[in-house]
């Protein structure tokens, strides 16, 4: 890090401040660490620095078997565990080619959308929390409570659920448990609506975040950016809808798009998201077919010599698996993952330059990331 | 002797004490409205439903060790917490809190003083907490302190100008800077301040809000920007006092808000006779009644919004309040010499 410049031009000269938030603020969402270079409170550059989080699972992944790894991808999204486990197990699936029943397809997508709306709820609380409106944290935890019983009545884990099988599902869901999801649905339909009673219109919400962090389509697509950060300056890319994996070929949803390309319409995508994840939801709940919920697995996995790369939409974008097996061993030869949120905060010193230091947690909060998918 | 003497010790004794329990007690209203707000319990352990929390905070400050970091000026450091409460308290001295009352065969007035120009007394007391904050901030020799002292003191001078132009006009009403006088007015007028004044009333409510920095102008304490504002660097007692300057302001702003535009300690209608039954509660309660309705809206507001970012807060500031402070001081002036 270069020494502070000085700012000519002023009746008298003046030198930037430095300061470092994190990696233990209150609003860096676990260990970010942002460099900031100010001119009074404005931003002059932001350099992010990870790595506190690194746990080298990438590398781990080449010393553990196949099903050993669905632990380990438990805990790259930690908040979003689920999605994290039916990317690597799709992915092992295609390099496989086994079958995955349609019932285990129906279910994993009920699971997937559920997670969603967790991770939803976590992002709209904290992003709340960021800018001050501390009620709507609370509120949103309450719902994703709910979410996480459901989880935990289905495989006995509330955060990291260990919940997928390469070929289709540890166990069957418990009975009753689609009423208790259905249930579920129509709550949390009455509660988005709560949450945007607090924020949508509120004159102070829209100040803090209209123009904030203003980014166009093509640069955006251009930086690497996906989902919903991506979605919020217009590109109606979904991995859901262009490339369907699961049972999302099935289901009858819309992919919500901003126009401005800032905070607020990142906001509003995301709350629509909550909306389209409810219908699928819905419509994958009630169309469960009966059926096998595993496929043919070989009893010993270990796939043929070759490599494939398959992603996935998770709440936080596309989230990519490229795994090479050497065909001889039990393990991976190469194990990469393509992480939505790092892929996303290398977009934040071009978002937070030349706005204030209250909109860095603002835009931190936008972008929506978890370190430890990160830093893996 | 027991006239000049004893009584206003006694006076002062108890307003001081009564002050420092209410503001402890503040706190655990804040802490239990605002769970209230967010469906949860607030605290529930200390006490039946967690009324001796305050008594736990007290002795757990207390306790805590006192660090003053390296670094720090050390002189200025320990006086800012000192210069930001004892303002608070002395504020006190001239708020009214009921008229002159006999007790045990005496005539007691139920205010410290009360002095004629009370209202510029009060302001500029109050104008001199803010030296505690950028004290500290600058005392601290960190940079988060620093940036959220800066903020406080621009954000006090911007917001006590509006607020001191709504003063201004209820002074026109009145006639007169006594607080007594001016609740006597309002008694005389057989209306309260605010009704006839809405928009001065509404100023120096947010100018109060941001005076006491208060959600949704909490900006110099900015949790999730500046981590802990001007007292980041600040542990045990020290940051209680901080902390307690903050709810004895809240309580200040309460009680000047009540005095001048509701009426103080008058009953509601105090000229209408068919209503006097009301007089079965004594005039401090209506006082203090009128006063806790200003410090839930407080922390109501706070449990609502989101807080606003520093150059929308100048703007309103500058803008809209003091512009319109203005407009409605010579309005009032205007109505005022042409009408009486």
Redesign the interface.
């Known amino acids: 890090m270069e020494t502070p410049s000085t700012i000519h031009g002023a009746m008298f000269d003046t030198s930037e401040?430095v300061?470092n938030m994190g990696p233990q603020?209150?609003?860096t969402h676990g260990v970010l660490r942002v460099i900031l270079r100010l001119d009074g409170?404005k931003v002059v550059d932001a350099e992010v620095v990870i790595g506190y989080l690194h746990r080298g699972i990438e590398k781990l992944s080449e010393n553990r078997n196949w099903t050993q790894i669905i632990l380990l991808t438990d805990r790259m999204d930690y908040v979003a565990a689920a999605t994290s486990n039916v990317g690597y197990c799709e992915t092992v699936e295609k390099l496989m080619q086994i079958d995955v029943p349609r019932r285990a397809k129906y279910i994993r997508t009920v699971l997937m959308e559920l997670q969603r709306i967790a991770s939803h709820c976590l992002w709209v609380g904290t992003h709340?929390?960021?800018?001050?409106?501390?009620?709507v944290f609370?509120?949103a935890f309450?719902e994703r409570e709910l979410i996480l019983d459901l989880f935990e009545e289905f495989c006995g884990a509330r955060l990291t659920y260990n919940s997928m099988r390469i070929g289709g599902l540890p166990q069957d869901i418990p009975p009753g448990w689609d009423k208790k999801v259905l249930a579920f649905c129509d709550i949390m339909d009455a509660k988005v609506d709560e949450y945007e009673t607090?924020?949508t219109h509120?004159r102070?919400?829209l100040?803090?975040t209209k123009g904030i962090g203003v980014i166009g389509g093509a640069e955006a697509a251009g930086l690497g950016l996906c989902g919903p950060a991506l979605r919020g300056s217009g590109v109606a890319r979904d991995v859901r809808k262009d490339e369907p994996y699961a049972a999302y070929d099935e289901m009858d949803f819309d992919v919500p798009v901003g126009v401005a390309g800032d905070t607020y319409d990142r906001y509003l995508v995301r709350m629509e998201e909550f909306r389209q994840s409810l219908r699928i939801i819905r419509q994958a709940t009630e169309g469960i077919p009966e059926g096998p919920i595993v496929g043919k697995v070989p009893r010993l996995i270990k796939p043929a010599a070759g490599e494939t790369y398959h992603a996935i939409e998770s709440p936080k974008g596309e989230l990519g698996y490229f795994i090479v097996s050497d065909g001889k061993s039990t393990n991976p030869y190469r194990f990469r993952v393509r992480p939505p949120s790092f892929c996303n905060l290398q977009a934040l010193p071009r978002l937070v330059r030349g706005h204030?230091?209250?909109?860095?947690?603002a835009l931190i909060g936008s972008i929506d990331i978890v370190l430890g998918e990160v830093d893996r | 002797m027991i006239d000049q003497f004893v009584i206003p010790l006694l006076k002062i004794l108890i307003v001081l004490n009564a002050t420092l329990v209410g503001v402890t007690y503040m706190v655990l209203l804040e802490r239990k409205v605002?769970a209230w707000?967010?469906?949860?319990l607030g605290p529930m352990r200390v006490g039946p439903y967690g009324v001796l929390q305050p008594v736990a905070d007290a002795i757990k400050l207390m306790l805590k060790e006192d660090i003053t970091p390296t670094k720090a000026d050390r002189w200025v450091f320990t006086v800012a917490p000192i210069i930001s409460m004892v303002p608070a308290l002395i504020v006190y001295a001239v708020i009214p809190f009921g008229p002159v009352v006999r007790l045990f065969g005496r005539d007691v007035s139920l205010y410290i003083t009360d002095i004629n120009v009370g209202l510029l007394y009060i302001v500029s007391v109050a104008s001199v907490g803010v030296y505690g904050i950028i004290l500290a901030g600058y005392a601290s020799n960190s940079?988060?302190p620093l940036?959220s002292s800066l903020?406080a003191s621009a954000q006090l001078i911007s917001y006590e100008v509006a607020v001191t132009l709504t003063l201004v006009s209820v002074i026109l009403m009145s006639g007169s800077l006594s607080m007594v006088s001016i609740v006597d007015s309002q008694y005389n007028a057989r209306v309260w301040f605010a009704f006839v004044q809405p928009v001065a009333f509404v100023i120096f409510f947010i100018g109060g809000l941001a005076e006491t920095n208060r959600?949704?102008f909490?900006?110099p304490e900015?949790?999730?920007?500046?981590?802990g504002g001007f007292h980041t660097e600040y542990s045990g007692m020290r940051f209680a006092l901080f902390f307690l300057a903050e709810y004895a302001n809240m309580i200040v702003v309460s009680s000047v808000a009540t005095t001048l535009f509701f009426g103080g300690w008058l009953r509601p209608f105090p000229n209408v006779a068919a209503l006097h039954f009301l007089d079965v509660l004594p005039s401090w309660t209506w006082f203090l009644l009128k006063s806790f309705v200003f410090l839930y809206i407080f922390i109501w507001v706070r449990?609502?919004?989101?807080?606003?970012?520093?150059?929308?807060l100048m703007r309103l500031g500058w803008k809209v309040l003091i512009p319109l402070a203005i407009a409605n001081l010579v309005v009032t002036g205007i109505v005022k010499v042409m009408l009486f």
């Open positions: 401040l300061i603020h209150p609003s409170e709340a929390m960021d800018i001050g409106a501390m009620t609370l509120y309450r607090l924020l509120n102070i919400w100040e803090r204030l230091v209250a909109d860095v947690v | 605002i707000a967010q469906s949860r940079k988060f940036l903020r959600a949704p909490d900006l900015a949790e999730q920007e500046l981590t449990a609502t919004l989101p807080r606003y970012r520093y150059d929308q």
